[in-house]
Protein backbone atom coordinates (compact mmCIF):
# COMPACT_ATOMS: atom_id res chain seq x y z
CA UNK A 1 0.00 0.00 0.00
CA UNK A 2 1.11 3.58 0.21
CA UNK A 3 2.28 5.75 -2.48
CA UNK A 4 2.04 3.64 -5.50
CA UNK A 5 4.98 3.17 -7.56
CA UNK A 6 4.86 5.62 -10.92
CA UNK A 7 7.14 6.87 -13.14
CA UNK A 8 10.02 8.38 -11.69
CA UNK A 9 8.35 12.14 -12.47
CA UNK A 10 5.39 11.28 -10.17
CA UNK A 11 7.40 9.63 -7.68
CA UNK A 12 6.34 11.76 -4.65
CA UNK A 13 4.29 13.90 -6.67
CA UNK A 14 1.05 11.34 -6.42
CA UNK A 15 -1.41 11.75 -3.44
CA UNK A 16 -3.89 9.21 -2.52
CA UNK A 17 -7.53 11.18 -3.24
CA UNK A 18 -8.19 8.87 -0.22
CA UNK A 19 -7.06 11.07 2.49
CA UNK A 20 -10.40 12.14 3.06
CA UNK A 21 -11.61 8.54 2.99
CA UNK A 22 -10.29 6.20 5.36
CA UNK A 23 -10.70 2.85 5.12
CA UNK A 24 -10.42 -0.66 6.47
CA UNK A 25 -11.12 -4.32 5.08
CA UNK A 26 -10.16 -5.64 1.57
CA UNK A 27 -7.59 -3.98 -0.03
CA UNK A 28 -8.31 -1.86 -2.79
CA UNK A 29 -6.72 -3.14 -5.94
CA UNK A 30 -6.72 0.33 -7.44
CA UNK A 31 -4.32 2.91 -7.70
CA UNK A 32 -5.80 6.18 -7.31
CA UNK A 33 -5.36 8.57 -9.27
CA UNK A 34 -3.08 11.61 -8.65
CA UNK A 35 -4.45 14.91 -7.88
CA UNK A 36 -1.44 17.25 -7.14
CA UNK A 37 0.46 16.88 -10.68
CA UNK A 38 1.50 20.76 -11.04
CA UNK A 39 4.46 20.86 -13.65
CA UNK A 40 7.55 19.05 -14.01
CA UNK A 41 9.41 22.07 -13.86
CA UNK A 42 12.29 22.11 -11.06
CA UNK A 43 10.76 26.15 -9.88
CA UNK A 44 7.61 23.82 -8.82
CA UNK A 45 8.37 22.05 -5.67
CA UNK A 46 6.34 18.91 -5.11
CA UNK A 47 3.59 19.93 -2.64
CA UNK A 48 3.59 18.71 0.92
CA UNK A 49 1.05 16.05 0.67
CA UNK A 50 -0.30 14.06 3.49
CA UNK A 51 0.89 11.53 5.14
CA UNK A 52 -0.85 8.24 4.09
CA UNK A 53 -2.92 6.58 6.80
CA UNK A 54 -4.12 3.42 7.50
CA UNK A 55 -6.78 2.50 4.50
CA UNK A 56 -10.31 1.63 5.94
CA UNK A 57 -13.38 1.27 3.83
CA UNK A 58 -16.32 2.67 5.43
CA UNK A 59 -18.00 3.55 1.91
CA UNK A 60 -18.29 1.22 -0.78
CA UNK A 61 -17.55 3.88 -3.56
CA UNK A 62 -14.25 5.22 -4.01
CA UNK A 63 -13.70 8.55 -6.22
CA UNK A 64 -11.39 8.37 -8.88
CA UNK A 65 -10.38 12.46 -9.89
CA UNK A 66 -10.07 14.28 -12.75
CA UNK A 67 -6.20 14.99 -12.47
CA UNK A 68 -4.44 18.15 -13.87
CA UNK A 69 -2.11 18.24 -17.31
CA UNK A 70 1.43 18.35 -17.28
CA UNK A 71 2.07 21.12 -19.75
CA UNK A 72 5.24 20.21 -21.79
CA UNK A 73 6.37 20.12 -25.09
CA UNK A 74 9.02 18.25 -27.14
CA UNK A 75 11.15 18.62 -29.73
CA UNK A 76 12.15 15.98 -32.52
CA UNK A 77 14.29 15.67 -35.60
CA UNK A 78 12.66 16.33 -38.52
CA UNK A 79 12.94 16.56 -42.08
CA UNK A 80 11.90 20.29 -43.31
CA UNK A 81 9.97 20.28 -46.66
CA UNK A 82 10.61 23.14 -49.23
CA UNK A 83 6.39 24.06 -48.21
CA UNK A 84 7.51 24.64 -44.49
CA UNK A 85 6.29 21.65 -43.04
CA UNK A 86 7.97 18.92 -41.21
CA UNK A 87 7.78 15.54 -41.64
CA UNK A 88 8.47 12.43 -39.18
CA UNK A 89 9.23 10.21 -42.09
CA UNK A 90 11.06 10.64 -45.36
CA UNK A 91 9.13 8.14 -47.56
CA UNK A 92 9.46 7.96 -51.05
CA UNK A 93 5.53 7.70 -52.14
CA UNK A 94 4.54 5.15 -55.47
CA UNK A 95 1.10 6.45 -55.72
CA UNK A 96 -1.03 4.52 -58.41
CA UNK A 97 -4.13 6.23 -59.68
CA UNK A 98 -6.06 3.03 -59.66
CA UNK A 99 -6.27 -0.39 -59.01
CA UNK A 100 -5.40 -1.39 -62.43
CA UNK A 101 -2.09 -0.59 -61.56
CA UNK A 102 -2.12 -0.89 -57.33
CA UNK A 103 -0.03 -4.32 -57.54
CA UNK A 104 2.89 -2.75 -59.89
CA UNK A 105 3.16 0.29 -57.29
CA UNK A 106 3.40 -2.52 -54.70
CA UNK A 107 6.13 -4.45 -56.35
CA UNK A 108 7.60 -0.90 -57.01
CA UNK A 109 8.27 -0.22 -53.39
CA UNK A 110 9.41 -3.93 -52.99
CA UNK A 111 12.10 -4.19 -55.23
CA UNK A 112 13.56 -0.55 -54.77
CA UNK A 113 13.56 -1.73 -51.25
CA UNK A 114 13.42 0.48 -47.72
CA UNK A 115 12.05 4.03 -47.72
CA UNK A 116 9.81 3.33 -50.71
CA UNK A 117 6.14 3.18 -49.78
CA UNK A 118 2.81 2.11 -52.50
CA UNK A 119 -0.29 3.25 -51.29
CA UNK A 120 -2.37 0.65 -53.51
CA UNK A 121 -6.30 0.96 -53.48
CA UNK A 122 -9.43 -0.04 -55.30
CA UNK A 123 -10.55 3.20 -56.70
CA UNK A 124 -9.85 5.28 -59.84
CA UNK A 125 -11.68 3.80 -62.53
CA UNK A 126 -15.43 4.91 -63.93
CA UNK A 127 -16.08 6.33 -60.78
CA UNK A 128 -18.72 9.42 -60.76
CA UNK A 129 -17.05 12.97 -61.07
CA UNK A 130 -17.17 13.96 -57.36
CA UNK A 131 -16.38 10.43 -56.49
CA UNK A 132 -13.42 10.33 -58.82
CA UNK A 133 -12.68 14.17 -57.77
CA UNK A 134 -12.10 12.68 -53.79
CA UNK A 135 -10.17 9.60 -55.15
CA UNK A 136 -7.55 12.62 -56.47
CA UNK A 137 -8.11 14.76 -53.60
CA UNK A 138 -6.52 11.57 -51.70
CA UNK A 139 -4.11 10.79 -54.22
CA UNK A 140 -2.77 14.28 -53.79
CA UNK A 141 -3.00 15.01 -50.32
CA UNK A 142 -1.28 11.61 -49.30
CA UNK A 143 1.28 12.79 -52.23
CA UNK A 144 1.94 16.28 -50.07
CA UNK A 145 1.87 14.47 -46.47
CA UNK A 146 4.92 16.25 -45.63
CA UNK A 147 6.34 12.39 -44.52
CA UNK A 148 6.85 12.47 -48.24
CA UNK A 149 10.61 13.06 -50.15
CA UNK A 150 9.37 12.89 -53.52
CA UNK A 151 6.68 10.18 -55.28
CA UNK A 152 5.69 8.78 -58.31
CA UNK A 153 2.35 9.02 -59.73
CA UNK A 154 1.47 5.68 -61.55
CA UNK A 155 -0.75 5.07 -64.38
CA UNK A 156 -1.58 2.66 -66.70
CA UNK A 157 -2.82 5.47 -68.99
CA UNK A 158 -6.84 4.50 -69.42
CA UNK A 159 -7.47 6.04 -66.43
CA UNK A 160 -9.96 9.19 -66.55
CA UNK A 161 -8.11 10.47 -63.50
CA UNK A 162 -4.98 12.33 -64.85
CA UNK A 163 -2.05 11.44 -63.53
CA UNK A 164 -0.10 14.60 -64.44
CA UNK A 165 -3.23 16.43 -63.01
CA UNK A 166 -2.10 14.59 -59.39
CA UNK A 167 1.43 15.00 -60.00
CA UNK A 168 0.97 18.89 -60.54
CA UNK A 169 -0.95 19.08 -56.98
CA UNK A 170 1.59 17.14 -55.43
CA UNK A 171 4.51 19.27 -56.85
CA UNK A 172 2.86 22.26 -55.18
CA UNK A 173 4.72 21.18 -52.23
CA UNK A 174 7.71 21.87 -53.35
CA UNK A 175 9.19 18.02 -53.40
CA UNK A 176 10.49 16.15 -56.42
CA UNK A 177 7.91 13.86 -58.55
CA UNK A 178 7.27 11.76 -61.77
CA UNK A 179 4.96 10.47 -63.37
CA UNK A 180 5.08 6.74 -64.93
CA UNK A 181 2.60 5.25 -67.56
CA UNK A 182 2.71 1.36 -67.31
CA UNK A 183 1.54 1.35 -71.26
CA UNK A 184 3.80 3.93 -72.57
CA UNK A 185 6.78 2.10 -71.50
CA UNK A 186 6.20 -1.00 -72.84
CA UNK A 187 4.29 -2.64 -69.86
CA UNK A 188 4.68 -4.23 -66.24
CA UNK A 189 8.53 -5.34 -66.86
CA UNK A 190 9.87 -2.20 -68.01
CA UNK A 191 7.59 0.00 -65.36
CA UNK A 192 8.29 -1.77 -62.82
CA UNK A 193 12.11 -1.55 -63.70
CA UNK A 194 11.97 1.98 -64.30
CA UNK A 195 9.61 2.91 -61.12
CA UNK A 196 12.52 1.01 -59.15
CA UNK A 197 15.07 3.20 -60.89
CA UNK A 198 12.88 6.53 -60.15
CA UNK A 199 12.20 5.07 -56.73
CA UNK A 200 16.01 4.76 -55.92
CA UNK A 201 17.21 7.99 -56.98
CA UNK A 202 14.48 9.84 -55.38
CA UNK A 203 15.54 7.76 -52.32
CA UNK A 204 19.03 8.86 -52.68
CA UNK A 205 18.32 12.44 -52.68
CA UNK A 206 15.90 12.08 -49.83
CA UNK A 207 19.00 11.77 -47.48
CA UNK A 208 20.12 14.72 -48.54
CA UNK A 209 16.92 16.46 -47.08
CA UNK A 210 18.01 18.92 -44.14
CA UNK A 211 16.95 17.86 -40.82
CA UNK A 212 15.82 20.31 -38.57
CA UNK A 213 14.81 20.18 -34.58
CA UNK A 214 10.80 21.01 -34.67
CA UNK A 215 8.53 21.26 -31.72
CA UNK A 216 5.45 19.73 -30.54
CA UNK A 217 3.28 22.96 -32.15
CA UNK A 218 4.70 21.28 -35.45
CA UNK A 219 2.63 18.21 -35.04
CA UNK A 220 -0.63 17.42 -36.88
CA UNK A 221 -2.07 14.32 -35.07
CA UNK A 222 -4.74 12.09 -36.53
CA UNK A 223 -6.65 9.71 -34.16
CA UNK A 224 -9.24 6.77 -34.22
CA UNK A 225 -10.58 4.06 -33.12
CA UNK A 226 -11.63 0.58 -34.09
CA UNK A 227 -12.14 -2.67 -33.07
CA UNK A 228 -13.38 -0.45 -29.90
CA UNK A 229 -15.07 -2.05 -26.78
CA UNK A 230 -16.27 -1.03 -23.56
CA UNK A 231 -12.31 -0.27 -22.29
CA UNK A 232 -11.99 2.05 -25.77
CA UNK A 233 -14.45 4.84 -23.82
CA UNK A 234 -13.11 4.49 -20.44
CA UNK A 235 -9.68 3.90 -20.91
CA UNK A 236 -7.42 3.87 -24.39
CA UNK A 237 -9.43 7.16 -25.69
CA UNK A 238 -9.49 9.24 -22.82
CA UNK A 239 -5.62 8.76 -22.51
CA UNK A 240 -5.28 9.46 -26.34
CA UNK A 241 -7.51 12.58 -24.97
CA UNK A 242 -5.15 13.60 -22.91
CA UNK A 243 -2.18 13.67 -25.29
CA UNK A 244 -4.55 15.55 -27.78
CA UNK A 245 -5.01 17.99 -25.05
CA UNK A 246 -1.33 17.65 -24.05
CA UNK A 247 -0.23 18.68 -27.36
CA UNK A 248 -2.81 21.58 -28.24
CA UNK A 249 -1.31 23.25 -25.40
CA UNK A 250 1.86 22.82 -26.88
CA UNK A 251 0.51 24.76 -29.93
CA UNK A 252 0.02 21.91 -32.15
CA UNK A 253 -3.19 20.06 -34.14
CA UNK A 254 -5.23 16.90 -32.96
CA UNK A 255 -7.80 15.97 -35.65
CA UNK A 256 -10.33 12.80 -34.92
CA UNK A 257 -13.24 11.99 -37.81
CA UNK A 258 -15.50 9.72 -38.26
CA UNK A 259 -19.20 11.11 -38.16
CA UNK A 260 -21.15 8.61 -37.66
CA UNK A 261 -19.81 7.67 -34.74
CA UNK A 262 -20.62 11.31 -32.93
CA UNK A 263 -24.46 10.42 -33.13
CA UNK A 264 -25.91 10.32 -29.69
CA UNK A 265 -22.71 12.61 -28.60
CA UNK A 266 -23.05 15.52 -30.70
CA UNK A 267 -24.16 17.55 -28.14
CA UNK A 268 -21.12 17.75 -26.44
CA UNK A 269 -19.07 18.53 -29.15
CA UNK A 270 -21.40 21.22 -30.72
CA UNK A 271 -21.32 22.82 -26.93
CA UNK A 272 -17.71 22.86 -27.52
CA UNK A 273 -17.61 24.73 -30.90
CA UNK A 274 -15.49 27.92 -31.29
CA UNK A 275 -17.99 29.49 -33.54
CA UNK A 276 -21.49 28.96 -35.34
CA UNK A 277 -20.13 28.16 -38.76
CA UNK A 278 -18.75 24.78 -37.59
CA UNK A 279 -21.45 23.68 -35.29
CA UNK A 280 -23.91 24.05 -37.78
CA UNK A 281 -21.76 22.30 -40.03
CA UNK A 282 -21.22 19.12 -37.36
CA UNK A 283 -24.84 19.06 -36.82
CA UNK A 284 -25.95 18.90 -40.64
CA UNK A 285 -22.67 16.08 -40.77
CA UNK A 286 -24.42 14.30 -38.21
CA UNK A 287 -27.81 14.65 -39.20
CA UNK A 288 -26.90 13.68 -42.88
CA UNK A 289 -25.42 10.41 -41.53
CA UNK A 290 -28.52 9.38 -39.45
CA UNK A 291 -30.61 10.38 -42.27
CA UNK A 292 -28.82 7.72 -44.54
CA UNK A 293 -29.85 4.65 -42.52
CA UNK A 294 -33.40 6.57 -42.48
CA UNK A 295 -33.67 6.88 -45.85
CA UNK A 296 -33.09 3.62 -46.65
CA UNK A 297 -34.90 2.46 -44.37
CA UNK A 298 -32.26 0.57 -42.49
CA UNK A 299 -31.50 0.61 -38.69
CA UNK A 300 -27.94 1.33 -37.57
CA UNK A 301 -28.54 -1.18 -34.71
CA UNK A 302 -27.13 -4.33 -37.47
CA UNK A 303 -23.55 -2.36 -38.82
CA UNK A 304 -23.31 0.04 -35.26
CA UNK A 305 -22.09 -1.23 -32.62
CA UNK A 306 -20.64 -3.87 -34.95
CA UNK A 307 -21.13 -7.62 -33.76
CA UNK A 308 -17.61 -6.92 -32.00
CA UNK A 309 -18.29 -3.70 -30.56
CA UNK A 310 -21.41 -5.51 -29.23
CA UNK A 311 -19.62 -8.27 -27.67
CA UNK A 312 -16.77 -5.70 -25.83
CA UNK A 313 -20.20 -4.48 -24.64
CA UNK A 314 -20.78 -1.64 -26.02
CA UNK A 315 -25.07 -1.90 -26.73
CA UNK A 316 -26.06 1.59 -28.88
CA UNK A 317 -24.45 3.43 -30.84
CA UNK A 318 -24.73 6.93 -28.66
CA UNK A 319 -22.76 4.72 -25.94
CA UNK A 320 -20.26 3.84 -28.67
CA UNK A 321 -19.98 7.50 -29.72
CA UNK A 322 -19.80 9.30 -26.20
CA UNK A 323 -16.60 7.02 -25.90
CA UNK A 324 -15.22 7.83 -28.85
CA UNK A 325 -15.47 11.28 -28.89
CA UNK A 326 -13.37 11.54 -25.93
CA UNK A 327 -10.02 10.58 -27.97
CA UNK A 328 -9.74 14.15 -28.98
CA UNK A 329 -9.46 15.42 -25.46
CA UNK A 330 -11.45 18.61 -24.04
CA UNK A 331 -10.41 21.46 -26.04
CA UNK A 332 -12.75 23.70 -27.96
CA UNK A 333 -13.26 22.30 -31.28
CA UNK A 334 -11.79 24.89 -33.79
CA UNK A 335 -13.45 23.55 -37.07
CA UNK A 336 -14.68 20.78 -39.16
CA UNK A 337 -13.29 19.95 -42.33
CA UNK A 338 -13.74 17.63 -45.34
CA UNK A 339 -12.17 13.46 -46.05
CA UNK A 340 -8.84 14.63 -46.69
CA UNK A 341 -9.13 18.11 -47.12
CA UNK A 342 -5.68 19.97 -45.70
CA UNK A 343 -5.99 20.10 -41.77
CA UNK A 344 -4.11 23.36 -40.20
CA UNK A 345 -0.99 23.35 -38.35
CA UNK A 346 -1.13 25.12 -35.06
CA UNK A 347 -5.11 25.08 -35.48
CA UNK A 348 -6.08 22.97 -31.92
CA UNK A 349 -9.11 20.49 -32.17
CA UNK A 350 -10.32 20.01 -36.07
CA UNK A 351 -12.95 17.61 -36.69
CA UNK A 352 -12.63 15.57 -40.46
CA UNK A 353 -16.15 13.99 -41.95
CA UNK A 354 -15.51 10.75 -42.35
CA UNK A 355 -17.58 7.67 -42.88
CA UNK A 356 -16.70 5.19 -40.42
CA UNK A 357 -14.43 2.68 -41.88
CA UNK A 358 -11.27 2.96 -39.51
CA UNK A 359 -8.53 2.47 -42.63
CA UNK A 360 -10.39 4.87 -44.53
CA UNK A 361 -10.66 7.16 -42.11
CA UNK A 362 -6.95 7.32 -41.23
CA UNK A 363 -6.25 8.06 -45.03
CA UNK A 364 -8.37 10.97 -44.59
CA UNK A 365 -6.24 12.15 -42.12
CA UNK A 366 -2.90 11.51 -43.41
CA UNK A 367 -4.47 13.16 -47.13
CA UNK A 368 -4.68 16.16 -44.87
CA UNK A 369 -1.29 16.28 -43.56
CA UNK A 370 -1.63 14.50 -40.42
CA UNK A 371 1.99 13.09 -39.55
CA UNK A 372 1.63 10.55 -36.64
CA UNK A 373 -1.76 8.71 -35.89
CA UNK A 374 -2.84 7.50 -32.78
CA UNK A 375 -5.06 4.20 -32.81
CA UNK A 376 -6.91 2.91 -30.36
CA UNK A 377 -8.24 -0.18 -29.77
CA UNK A 378 -10.20 -2.60 -27.35
CA UNK A 379 -10.19 -5.83 -29.00
CA UNK A 380 -7.10 -5.62 -31.17
CA UNK A 381 -6.78 -4.02 -34.17
CA UNK A 382 -3.45 -4.54 -36.75
CA UNK A 383 -4.11 -1.30 -38.35
CA UNK A 384 -0.93 0.73 -39.99
CA UNK A 385 -0.45 3.03 -43.06
CA UNK A 386 2.22 3.99 -45.71
CA UNK A 387 2.89 6.89 -44.52
CA UNK A 388 1.89 8.49 -41.14
CA UNK A 389 3.49 5.89 -38.00
CA UNK A 390 0.28 4.69 -36.37
CA UNK A 391 0.45 4.38 -32.57
CA UNK A 392 -1.42 1.29 -31.48
CA UNK A 393 -2.91 2.17 -27.54
CA UNK A 394 -5.63 -0.56 -26.00
CA UNK A 395 -7.02 -0.06 -22.76
CA UNK A 396 -7.90 -3.86 -22.44
CA UNK A 397 -5.71 -5.56 -20.78
CA UNK A 398 -6.91 -9.00 -22.15
CA UNK A 399 -6.20 -7.14 -25.53
CA UNK A 400 -2.41 -6.47 -24.17
CA UNK A 401 -1.50 -9.72 -23.10
CA UNK A 402 -2.87 -10.98 -26.22
CA UNK A 403 -1.66 -8.87 -29.50
CA UNK A 404 1.42 -7.20 -27.29
CA UNK A 405 3.01 -7.54 -30.48
CA UNK A 406 1.37 -5.19 -32.34
CA UNK A 407 0.46 -2.20 -29.29
CA UNK A 408 2.52 0.00 -28.36
CA UNK A 409 1.27 1.80 -25.35
CA UNK A 410 -1.14 -0.06 -22.23
CA UNK A 411 -3.58 2.44 -21.51
CA UNK A 412 -5.55 -0.96 -19.52
CA UNK A 413 -3.70 0.69 -16.14
CA UNK A 414 -6.00 3.05 -16.30
CA UNK A 415 -8.82 0.54 -15.40
CA UNK A 416 -6.06 -1.10 -13.30
CA UNK A 417 -5.78 2.59 -11.18
CA UNK A 418 -2.95 4.24 -12.80
CA UNK A 419 -3.86 8.19 -12.91
CA UNK A 420 -4.99 9.31 -16.21
CA UNK A 421 -2.07 11.55 -16.00
CA UNK A 422 0.42 9.22 -16.25
CA UNK A 423 -0.93 6.67 -19.01
CA UNK A 424 -1.90 9.81 -21.39
CA UNK A 425 1.84 11.23 -20.67
CA UNK A 426 2.90 7.83 -22.12
CA UNK A 427 0.63 8.40 -25.31
CA UNK A 428 2.41 11.75 -25.19
CA UNK A 429 5.73 10.65 -25.30
CA UNK A 430 5.25 7.99 -27.57
CA UNK A 431 3.96 10.50 -29.92
CA UNK A 432 7.46 12.57 -29.41
CA UNK A 433 9.53 9.42 -29.80
CA UNK A 434 7.81 8.91 -32.57
CA UNK A 435 8.00 12.00 -33.85
CA UNK A 436 11.96 11.38 -33.33
CA UNK A 437 12.57 8.81 -35.47
CA UNK A 438 10.93 5.29 -33.04
CA UNK A 439 9.18 3.04 -35.13
CA UNK A 440 5.83 1.94 -33.92
CA UNK A 441 4.57 -2.12 -34.11
CA UNK A 442 2.71 -1.47 -37.10
CA UNK A 443 6.36 -0.27 -38.93
CA UNK A 444 8.15 -2.83 -37.76
CA UNK A 445 5.59 -5.27 -39.38
CA UNK A 446 5.35 -3.27 -42.48
CA UNK A 447 1.15 -3.09 -41.71
CA UNK A 448 0.62 -0.66 -44.69
CA UNK A 449 -2.82 -0.46 -44.63
CA UNK A 450 -4.29 1.65 -47.69
CA UNK A 451 -8.14 2.61 -48.70
CA UNK A 452 -9.86 5.13 -50.20
CA UNK A 453 -13.42 5.97 -48.99
CA UNK A 454 -15.84 5.53 -52.00
CA UNK A 455 -18.85 7.78 -52.04
CA UNK A 456 -21.83 6.35 -52.65
CA UNK A 457 -24.79 6.82 -54.42
CA UNK A 458 -27.22 8.14 -51.40
CA UNK A 459 -23.75 10.45 -50.42
CA UNK A 460 -23.69 11.92 -54.01
CA UNK A 461 -27.73 12.38 -53.87
CA UNK A 462 -27.20 13.95 -50.44
CA UNK A 463 -24.39 15.88 -51.90
CA UNK A 464 -26.39 17.12 -54.56
CA UNK A 465 -29.31 18.27 -52.02
CA UNK A 466 -26.55 20.18 -49.94
CA UNK A 467 -25.57 21.88 -52.81
CA UNK B 1 -9.87 7.59 -14.66
CA UNK B 2 -13.12 9.70 -14.18
CA UNK B 3 -15.78 7.46 -11.97
CA UNK B 4 -16.20 6.03 -9.10
CA UNK B 5 -14.89 2.26 -8.34
CA UNK B 6 -17.44 0.16 -6.86
CA UNK B 7 -16.44 -2.30 -3.88
CA UNK B 8 -12.98 -4.11 -4.36
CA UNK B 9 -12.99 -3.31 -8.18
CA UNK B 10 -16.45 -5.20 -9.91
CA UNK B 11 -17.63 -2.11 -11.48
CA UNK B 12 -16.74 1.35 -12.82
CA UNK B 13 -19.88 4.00 -12.53
CA UNK B 14 -18.50 6.68 -14.91
CA UNK B 15 -21.15 9.18 -13.84
CA UNK B 16 -23.03 9.97 -10.62
CA UNK B 17 -26.18 10.36 -13.08
CA UNK B 18 -25.65 6.85 -14.50
CA UNK B 19 -27.95 4.20 -13.56
CA UNK B 20 -25.18 1.28 -14.87
CA UNK B 21 -22.09 0.17 -14.14
CA UNK B 22 -19.70 -1.09 -16.12
CA UNK B 23 -18.05 -4.44 -15.32
CA UNK B 24 -14.54 -4.26 -14.65
CA UNK B 25 -14.34 -8.41 -13.99
CA UNK B 26 -16.57 -11.78 -14.90
CA UNK B 27 -19.29 -11.24 -12.73
CA UNK B 28 -21.39 -14.14 -11.53
CA UNK B 29 -25.00 -14.14 -10.52
CA UNK B 30 -24.51 -13.62 -6.47
CA UNK B 31 -21.59 -11.47 -6.66
CA UNK B 32 -21.87 -8.09 -4.63
CA UNK B 33 -22.42 -4.89 -7.32
CA UNK B 34 -23.32 -2.01 -4.75
CA UNK B 35 -24.62 -1.36 -1.72
CA UNK B 36 -27.56 -4.29 -1.40
CA UNK B 37 -27.57 -4.96 -5.02
CA UNK B 38 -26.27 -8.04 -6.07
CA UNK B 39 -25.30 -9.38 -9.90
CA UNK B 40 -28.47 -11.17 -10.71
CA UNK B 41 -26.74 -13.16 -13.78
CA UNK B 42 -23.57 -13.37 -15.28
CA UNK B 43 -22.13 -10.35 -16.63
CA UNK B 44 -18.55 -9.83 -18.61
CA UNK B 45 -16.09 -7.60 -17.87
CA UNK B 46 -16.81 -4.60 -20.10
CA UNK B 47 -20.31 -5.21 -20.01
CA UNK B 48 -23.06 -3.12 -17.91
CA UNK B 49 -25.01 -3.90 -14.61
CA UNK B 50 -28.01 -2.00 -13.64
CA UNK B 51 -27.63 0.07 -10.22
CA UNK B 52 -30.98 0.53 -9.71
CA UNK B 53 -34.53 -0.69 -11.14
CA UNK B 54 -35.19 0.47 -15.00
CA UNK B 55 -38.89 0.68 -16.05
CA UNK B 56 -39.23 -0.15 -19.44
CA UNK B 57 -38.80 2.63 -21.50
CA UNK B 58 -37.17 4.49 -19.50
CA UNK B 59 -33.67 6.04 -20.17
CA UNK B 60 -30.38 4.36 -19.70
CA UNK B 61 -27.82 6.52 -18.70
CA UNK B 62 -23.83 6.23 -18.50
CA UNK B 63 -21.51 9.33 -18.74
CA UNK B 64 -24.01 11.00 -17.34
CA UNK B 65 -25.26 10.95 -21.05
CA UNK B 66 -28.65 8.63 -22.42
CA UNK B 67 -27.27 5.44 -24.21
CA UNK B 68 -30.56 3.98 -25.32
CA UNK B 69 -34.11 3.17 -23.66
CA UNK B 70 -34.82 0.10 -21.84
CA UNK B 71 -36.71 -2.11 -24.07
CA UNK B 72 -38.25 -4.11 -20.63
CA UNK B 73 -38.08 -3.76 -17.33
CA UNK B 74 -34.48 -4.06 -15.66
CA UNK B 75 -34.40 -5.07 -12.23
CA UNK B 76 -31.00 -3.89 -10.08
CA UNK B 77 -28.37 -6.68 -10.86
CA UNK B 78 -29.10 -7.16 -14.31
CA UNK B 79 -26.91 -7.43 -17.44
CA UNK B 80 -27.73 -4.72 -19.43
CA UNK B 81 -27.15 -4.60 -22.95
CA UNK B 82 -29.28 -5.34 -26.86
CA UNK B 83 -31.49 -7.48 -25.04
CA UNK B 84 -33.12 -4.86 -23.11
CA UNK B 85 -31.70 -1.45 -23.94
CA UNK B 86 -32.28 -0.23 -27.45
CA UNK B 87 -30.51 2.89 -29.08
CA UNK B 88 -33.03 5.50 -29.90
CA UNK B 89 -30.51 6.63 -33.05
CA UNK B 90 -30.40 6.10 -36.93
CA UNK B 91 -33.49 3.86 -36.97
CA UNK B 92 -34.39 3.71 -40.00
CA UNK B 93 -36.93 0.65 -39.41
CA UNK B 94 -38.58 2.80 -37.19
CA UNK B 95 -38.84 5.63 -39.56
CA UNK B 96 -39.92 2.93 -42.09
CA UNK B 97 -43.13 2.04 -39.80
CA UNK B 98 -44.12 5.38 -39.48
CA UNK B 99 -43.82 5.03 -35.12
CA UNK B 100 -39.89 7.35 -34.99
CA UNK B 101 -40.05 10.55 -33.51
CA UNK B 102 -39.28 13.30 -36.09
Same mark, same amino acid.
Given at each position: ???????????????????????????????????????????????????????????????????????????????????????????????????????????????????????????????????? #??? *??? !??? /??????? $??????? =????????????????????????????????????????????????????????????????????????????????????????????????????????????????????????? #??? *??? !??? /??????? $??????? =???????????????????????????????????????????????????????????????????????????????????????????????????????????????????????????????????????????????????????????????????????? | ??????????????????????????????????????????????????????????????????????????????????????????????????????
Amino acid at each position: MGVPSGSGLLNGLLSHRSASVESTGPRLPYRIAANCLQANVASAPPKPREPPRARTIPVERVKLQETKRITVTFTFTGYRRPDGRIGVRNHVAVLPTSVAVSSIAERIAETAGDGVRATPHQMGTSQPDRAR #EQT *EQV !LAG /VGKNPNV $AAAIVLE =LGTESIDADAIADEVSKSGIPVETLSVRSVGGTGPAIEQGRETATAFRRDSEDVRREEADASEIVFGVECGGSDATSGIAANPAVGEACDRLIEAGGTACFSETPEFIGAEHILADRCTDE #ETR *ERL !LNR /VDQREAQ $AELMGVD =LRGAQPTPGNQEGGLTTIEEKSLGAIVKGGTTPVEGMVDYAEPLPVGGGLVLMDTPGYDVESVVGKVAGGAQIIAFTTGRGSTTGNPIAPVIKVTGNPRTWDRMASNMDVNASTIVEGDSMSEVGGRVYETMAAVADGRRTAAEHRRLEEFAINELQPNELAAEGIRG | MKGEVLGDGVGLVLHADDNVATALQDLEAQDPIDGDTTAVESVPFGHKVALEPIADGDEVVKYGEVIGRASGSIAPGEWVHTHNCESTRGRGDLAEEGVAES
